[in-house]
């Protein structure tokens, strides 16, 4: 069954601090897989796309790393900021059309 | 360019009632889709569309209609409603639907069916 996981389900760090999320994926066959940004009550903002020959992509203080072998991904978020406070959706990108949505990280980012 | 639009906000129904979300986009975009999310869950597919007049089935279609006459609108139609149906709805669009093309996401449609 195509899945991806991510932990941790939420977090909570100082503002200055860095912090890395984790995902864990189970699709076959693999397109792309990709970062996305959801603030409360709005709709989900694509941060970064990496293909299957892609190790590392950064957007600004977003770096996000892929490991085909272990299909892991990491998203590292750099000097966080009080507007990092968001959830964080991996999704996988399978065949056409298909999109495997994990349940994302919410990170609470304090002043 | 608005994006991706969508309307109402927020909506009450009640059991049985029948409604339309409306859904546009203003970027030209062959590639509609619909999903729904709920808590706990990630993203899923409803229906999807790869261009006017062109519309198919996504993970959970049952008890939700789509239509495209326009590259620019698609309405998602709740038939009926059910409890079951109480969610949080997002329309997306991108350019094709080539899986390495970016997923633009309108702000959402919050829907409680009591």
């Known amino acids: 069954k195509n899945q991806v996981e991510q932990s941790p389900q939420s977090l909570i760090i100082l503002e200055g601090k860095n912090c890395t999320l984790q995902c864990n994926y189970t699709v076959s066959p693999f397109s792309n897989l990709r970062w996305y940004k959801q603030d409360t009550g709005r709709g989900p903002v694509s941060l970064t796309i990496?293909?299957?020959?892609?190790n590392t992509k950064s957007n600004g203080r977003y770096t996000a790393t892929l490991d085909a072998d272990t299909k892991q991904s990491s998203l590292h978020i750099t000097a966080s900021q009080l507007s990092d406070s968001a959830s964080y959706i991996c999704?996988?990108?399978?065949?056409?059309?298909?999109?495997?949505f994990g349940t994302g990280t919410r990170l609470k980012v304090l002043a | 360019n608005a994006g991706v639009t969508q309307t109402p906000k927020f909506q009450v129904l009640k059991t049985g009632q029948s409604m339309t979300l409306q859904c546009a986009q203003d970027m030209n975009h062959e590639y509609m889709s619909w999903y729904r999310q709920d808590p706990g869950m990630g993203l899923r597919l409803i229906h999807y569309?790869?261009?006017?007049?062109?519309?198919d089935q996504g993970e959970v279609p049952n008890g939700y209609n789509v239509s495209r006459s326009t590259t620019e609108d698609f309405p998602l139609r709740l038939l009926s409603a059910a409890p079951s149906q109480t969610s949080v709805y997002f329309c997306?669009?991108?350019?094709?639907?080539?899986?390495?093309?970016?997923?633009?996401f309108g702000p959402g449609t919050r829907l409680l069916v009591l």
């Open positions: 997306a669009s991108s350019y094709s639907s080539s899986t390495s093309e970016t997923q633009y």
């Open positions: 990496m293909t299957f020959s892609e």
């Open positions: 569309s790869v261009g006017a007049g062109i519309t």
């Open positions: 999704v996988v990108s399978s065949g056409t059309y298909k999109y495997i």
